[in-house]
């Protein structure tokens, strides 16, 4: 194939020439238009896992994976993670523009009196297991949201389209917090309207009705810094599928549920967990080397959870802000030397200098710094990727308003390198 990036890009095949428009990005490599591909030359492509493959337009989020680079709405990330905060970043990626002031207020204000969930939902929370995983109660409550306000699954009304994003983005920390303490049988903290979003998290989380709790505020600081590092990340897996979900006309939460779900798989969101999991397993830094030999050996799964990404292949600007975050949530509770803490700062030094992780572009990516945190707040593994989720949902939000919004959307419906029988007649059983 010929890319003449000036005009179209030539395609030759079985004797003829395709000619396929290229599309220009405002930034980022140029698009080559398959649209009428098939149509006119009876020809599919082939890209499962979409490694070269843009599914939509968008204007939300931009990854430049080689300069290690993530802007929302043209914003670099660490300066919204030093500057900002999250719900003006949740404004920012749902509106494209930062706040005015005002605009702030009424937005925060708005985010605030949707906090509480419907007491009914209570009564179905409460109907999950204890031991339930809190991603497992996460995606069926989300699911049942639905059920809950049918005020606002009318995809085509924009005002229930709006209601539906303001609650899920103010009722998303209240639904985890809860699956959390459903799952230690402590009685369920309501909302505090003068907490700010990430103080009532940890309050919702960490309160209980017995005593006083008062937030920490380094430690909320740290809280919305992690939620605004994963607020949104372009065209993921998770946000895929909330838009393949959205692209049907099904309704918001049903589509947030799809990611919620999506999220899980230890490849995306669950790899905090794994990563985790992972450092406690490997228990001690005498155990690394086993470790790192198990991750190169071709014929071993194992991988070392919280190293690579898709696309970012010099180094995750996540990682950058969430380490310096770690350092100083770890200072604050006085806890630097704590083994899980030791492993992972070895494992660190010792896959940055290896030359299997450093030829593959492996690098920590956020995840492997965010669980450190987490854990040393006192989060168990379990509530690593229902935090992962929460943060995630404006993102979710934003990408599926554009779809929406999106005059040329269709339903997504990828074809097949079908590889089965071809036609033959069946057989009755007696004869088989
Ligand atoms: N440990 C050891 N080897 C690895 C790892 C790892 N963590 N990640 C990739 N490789 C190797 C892989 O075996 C392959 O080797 P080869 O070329 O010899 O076959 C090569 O590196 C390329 O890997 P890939 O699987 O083709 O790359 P991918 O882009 O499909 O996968 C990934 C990206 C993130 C799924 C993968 O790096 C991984 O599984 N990492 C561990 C899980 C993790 O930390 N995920 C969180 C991602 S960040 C949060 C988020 O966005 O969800």
């Given at each position: 194939?010929?890319?003449?990036?000036?005009?179209?890009a030539?395609?030759?095949?079985?004797?003829?020439?395709?000619?396929?428009?290229i599309l220009s990005?405002?930034?980022?490599?140029?698009?080559?238009?398959?649209?009428?591909?098939?149509?006119e030359?009876?020809?599919?492509?082939?890209?499962?896992?979409?490694?070269s493959?843009?599914?939509c337009?968008?204007?939300?989020?931009?990854?430049?994976?080689?300069?290690?680079e993530?802007?929302?709405?043209?914003?670099?990330?660490?300066?919204?993670?030093?500057?900002?905060h999250?719900l003006?970043?949740?404004y920012?990626?749902?509106?494209?523009?930062?706040?005015?002031?005002?605009?702030?207020?009424?937005?925060?204000?708005?985010?605030?009196?949707?906090?509480?969930l419907?007491?009914?939902?209570?009564?179905?929370?409460?109907?999950?297991?204890?031991?339930?995983?809190?991603m497992?109660?996460?995606?069926?409550?989300?699911?049942?949201?639905?059920?809950?306000?049918h005020?606002?699954?009318?995809?085509?009304?924009?005002?229930?389209?709006?209601?539906?994003?303001?609650?899920?983005i103010?009722?998303?920390?209240?639904?985890?917090?809860?699956?959390?303490?459903?799952?230690?049988?402590?009685p369920?903290?309501?909302?505090?309207?003068?907490?700010?979003?990430?103080?009532?998290?940890?309050?919702?989380?960490?309160?209980?009705p017995?005593e006083?709790?008062?937030?920490?505020?380094?430690?909320?600081?740290?809280?919305?810094?992690?939620?605004?590092?994963?607020?949104?990340?372009?065209?993921?897996?998770?946000?895929?599928?909330?838009?393949?979900?959205?692209?049907s006309?099904?309704n918001?939460?049903?589509?947030?549920?799809?990611?919620?779900?999506?999220?899980?798989?230890?490849?995306?969101?669950?790899a905090?967990e794994?990563?985790?999991?992972?450092?406690r397993?490997?228990?001690?830094?005498?155990?690394?080397?086993?470790?790192?030999?198990?991750?190169?050996?071709?014929?071993?799964?194992?991988?070392?959870?919280?190293?690579?990404?898709?696309?970012?292949?010099?180094f995750?600007?996540?990682?950058?802000?969430?380490?310096?975050?770690?350092?100083?949530?770890l200072?604050?509770?006085?806890?630097?030397?704590?083994?899980t803490?030791?492993?992972?700062?070895e494992?660190?030094?010792?896959?940055?200098?290896?030359?299997?992780?450093?030829?593959?572009k492996l690098?920590?990516?956020?995840?492997?710094?965010?669980?450190?945190?987490?854990?040393?707040?006192?989060?168990?593994?379990?509530?690593?990727?229902?935090?992962?989720?929460?943060?995630?949902?404006v993102?979710?939000?934003?990408?599926?308003?554009?779809?929406?919004?999106?005059?040329?959307?269709?339903?997504?419906?990828?074809?097949?390198?079908?590889?089965?029988?071809?036609?033959?007649?069946y057989?009755?059983?007696?004869?088989?």
């Open positions: 194939m010929m890319n003449d990036k000036t005009k179209n030539t395609l030759s095949f079985h004797g003829k020439t395709y000619e396929l428009p990005p405002s930034v980022g490599p140029d698009v080559i238009d398959i649209r009428k591909l098939y149509g030359a009876d020809v599919f492509t082939f890209d499962p896992g979409f490694t493959t843009a599914a337009e968008s204007d939300i989020t931009f990854i430049d994976g080689d300069k290690g993530l802007l929302y709405r043209g914003y670099p990330i660490d300066q919204l993670a030093e500057k900002s999250y003006e970043v949740c920012l990626l749902l509106y494209g523009e930062l706040p005015t002031a005002e605009q702030l207020e009424a937005f925060e204000y708005r985010i605030t009196n949707h906090t509480m419907h007491e009914q939902m209570h009564y179905f929370l409460r109907g999950f297991r204890r031991d339930a995983h809190p497992a109660t996460m995606v069926g409550v989300v699911g049942a949201m639905s059920a809950f306000y005020d606002s699954t009318d995809i085509n009304d924009a005002a229930q389209r709006e209601v539906a994003s303001i609650r899920m103010a009722k998303m920390p209240t639904i985890a917090a809860m699956a959390y303490k459903y799952s230690i049988g402590q369920f903290i309501y909302p505090r309207n003068e907490l700010d979003y990430a103080s009532n998290f940890l309050s919702m989380c960490f309160a209980v017995a006083d709790y008062v937030v920490n505020p380094i430690l909320s600081r740290a809280m919305d810094r992690i939620f605004t590092l994963h607020a949104d990340h372009e065209q993921n897996a998770s946000t895929s599928t909330v838009r393949l979900a959205g692209s006309g099904a918001p939460f049903a589509c947030i549920a799809a990611g919620i779900a999506c999220l899980w798989g230890p490849a995306h969101g669950g905090n794994a990563c985790l999991t992972m450092l397993e490997i228990g001690s830094v005498e155990h690394i080397p086993e470790y790192i030999s198990r991750a190169k050996d071709k014929n071993d799964p194992f991988r070392l959870m919280g190293f690579g990404h898709r696309v970012y292949k010099n995750d600007p996540r990682a950058k802000v969430m380490k310096q975050s770690a350092d100083e949530v200072g604050l509770l006085g806890i630097e030397n704590n083994p803490l030791q492993v992972a700062k494992l660190e030094r010792i896959a940055l200098e290896d030359d299997y992780f450093v030829s593959k690098y920590p990516n956020v995840d492997f710094y965010s669980g450190i945190i987490l854990d040393a707040m006192g989060f168990p593994t379990s509530m690593f990727t229902p935090i992962f989720a929460l943060s995630r949902t993102g979710w939000i934003a990408q599926w308003k554009e779809m929406i919004g999106d005059p040329t959307q269709k339903i997504g419906r990828p074809r097949q390198l079908y590889t089965g029988a071809t036609e033959r007649d057989v009755d059983v007696e004869q088989r």
